[in-house]
């Protein structure tokens, strides 16, 4: 029963993903008030990647994150970009190439179960994408699997703010505003869906123990924009 539940699950999720990625940016930046183009510059930076590095972006959708870590990794870097998408891979295609990120490779592919070899990346990153995740642990090892010893994890994600005066106001904005809002520019459906999906979204400090448990180390977290995206950042010990 739970499998059908998860295949479902993925299908309804991949759907929803591929019905909206025509509209998927202008919904971001309407959305977040542009913000979130800020909130994955500072996702990479905490990546520490460096010019020459290789790095790994799950859930890549139409590939904002994967761009900005190609600023960083360099003409002699590479990053690959993996999404279970394929238009929102194609959008994202397409929109490197006049921003010059010829050394993005965009993949189909599973958090879930990683086409890599052990310890082949310095930094791998998730934006957006861990709430939609069937089995968190699961992509959390692989991407413990796949990092080089010393590399670190950056997930980047929406959250519940914690304070008790703002969480009325977030609230509403998300379970009332936000469905009307992605009705008028796309789909109703995946504006349902999305506040949902935060709504159910693990507590910060579970991540942080799943984090843990999948072998990462000098795991942490810190709060954006105040508390609506949360960082978990996580590293790989050099003794692995």
Known sequence: MWQRYDEDRHRYVKGMFAAIAARYDLLNSVLSLRM????RRVAARL???????????????TG?????LARHTGPNGQVFAVDFCEPMLQIGREKARPEG??????????AHSLPFTDACFDAVT???????LIDK???????????KPGGRFVCLELNRPRHPLMRPFYDFYSLRLLPRIGKL?????????????IQSYIERDTLLGLMSEAGFERTRYQDLSLGVVCIHTGVKSCLS
């Open 36 to 39: 979130h183009h800020r909130w």
């Open 47 to 61: 990546t520490a990647v460096e010019p020459g590095d290789c790095a790994l972006d799950l859930c890549a959708g």
């Open 64 to 68: 904002d994150l994967s761009i900005e």
């Open 101 to 110: 990120a010829a050394r993005v490779h965009w993949l189909l592919g599973d």
């Open 126 to 132: 998730i934006a957006f994408g861990m709430r939609n």
């Open 137 to 147: 642990p699961r992509a959390l090892r692989e991407a413990w699997r796949v990092l």
């Open 185 to 197: 520019l796309s789909q109703e459906d995946a504006y349902l869906y999305l506040p949902n999906s």
